[in-house]
T-cell receptor, first 107, second 115 residues
């Protein structure tokens, strides 16, 4: 079993839809990270959280430490949100990442 | 520049040759990570440097891989006797805080092709 699992693996949505990407982990963590990787390959950090909820624009990340689960939500999705979303976590520094969720938002 | 810089951006080499990949982290960042991403795959952890502590090398796939970080700044990932399965994008990230508790800043990566 992978230490970090994401679902779904692929997601296609219509512009404007509410998107949820899930991340479950089996390791102890200091923090959980959500990353975004665009088709060009560049990776940017979206969120780092260790409890509760964070919001940035149309993006919301939540984490439930007891259930070892995090979700990334995108409200009012747009084609420019099309990318691979990756979650990762760790407790000793060696952050382990999931395989990513490929999101495609159609106009 | 202000971001994480990696060089070379592209490297094509012949099987059996050694390669060195360089990462210049953001100034002042104490944590530095190396990851590998094969085509269509996720981020594979390779090695983690944290301040003056011994690096976590648990992700290095074989003894052909090694990395060092000089003066707590620049890092070099060395692959000896390259194999075709080493072909991938090698990504470096730095963070202002240790133990994964700081925001991650990724470089653009070094694409390695082993013929």
């Amino acid at each position: 079993k992978n230490e970090v699992e994401q679902s779904p693996q692929n997601l296609t949505a219509q512009e404007g839809e509410f998107i949820t990407i899930n991340c479950s982990y089996s390791v102890g963590i200091s923090a959980l990270h959500w990353l975004q990787q665009h088709p060009g390959g560049g990776i940017v950090s979206l969120f780092m959280l260790s409890s509760g909820k964070k919001k940035h624009g149309r993006l919301i990340a939540t984490i439930n430490i007891q259930e070892k689960h995090s979700s990334l939500h995108i409200t009012a999705s747009h084609p420019r949100d099309s990318a691979v979303y990756i979650c990762g976590c760790g407790s000793q520094g060696n952050l382990i990442f999931g395989k990513g969720t490929k999101l495609s938002v159609k106009p | 520049g202000a971001g994480v810089s990696q060089s070379p951006s592209n490297k094509v080499t012949e099987k059996g040759k050694d390669v060195e990949l360089r990462c210049d982290p953001i100034s002042g960042h104490t944590a530095l990570y190396w990851y590998r991403q094969s085509l269509g795959q996720g981020l594979e952890f390779l090695i983690y440097f944290q301040g003056n502590s011994a690096p976590d090398k648990s992700g290095l796939p074989s003894d052909r891989f090694s990395a060092e970080r000089t003066g707590g700044s620049v890092s070099t990932l060395t692959i000896q006797r390259t194999q075709q399965e080493d072909s991938a994008v090698y990504l470096c990230a730095s963070s202002p805080r240790d133990r994964g508790t700081g925001e991650l800043f990724f470089g653009e990566g070094s694409r390695l092709t082993v013929l």
